[in-house]
């Protein structure tokens, strides 16, 4: 059995799709980043960085304790070399999927975040930051198009994998994000529809979707304004 700390976001999405598909069992945890239950002390030893998602297997390959992990890049090679699933054996193969998983999490993820965070939640708009991070935004789409329009099928190739995966929750959010895919990046439309047929997709964008609500004044407090002593703090609140 495995634990999934998660609430229903991105990085969120990319495990629990990740689950689905490989028909692993798992129980879901809910961690609600808008109350600030990231800074509970038994989820920091299993995330130090305060972020979900992060998983605890409780039957990791070979026995033993329980392997806790936390950084949802590093939870898909974890739950991948587990199953043998989403993740080539082939050495070119395995590192071609490793790289659009690194610029997955390098750029496509924090890039796309800071775009949706100046858009739709900083208090005030600064349009030097929604142009810097929407143009970057778009500029990467036009790589994940290309590079698409090249593998005609998968981000990495022909096999599905867990560079799919990672992507995947991040372009979904292309609306919210006002970049329109049917014009712009036909390879990239492609992809995202014929992947959002997938019922493990939809099974993982559906987990605990009721609790995605939008975010209060306080809520975006405890997200967007985290120091390490801030941090501190609310562990100790936590702990209490």
Known sequence: MIDLHYWPTPNGWKISIMLEECGLPYRTLPVNIGKGEQFKPDFLAISPNNRMPAIVDHEPPGGGAPVPVFESGAILMYLAEKTGKFWSTDLRQRYEQMQWLMWQMGGLGPMSGQNGHFKNYAPEKVPYAIDRYGKEVNRLYGVLDGQLARTGAYVAGDAYSIADMASLPWIRSH????????????????????????????????LLKDLRKPMTDEQKKVLFNQTAESVRDSAKQAAQ
């Not at 895919?181 to 964008?205: I, S, Y």
């Open 175 to 206: 609306v919210a994000y006002e970049i329109p895919l049917e014009n712009n990046f036909p390879h990239l439309k492609r992809w995202h529809d014929t992947l959002m047929e997938r019922p493990a997709v939809q099974r993982g964008l559906d």
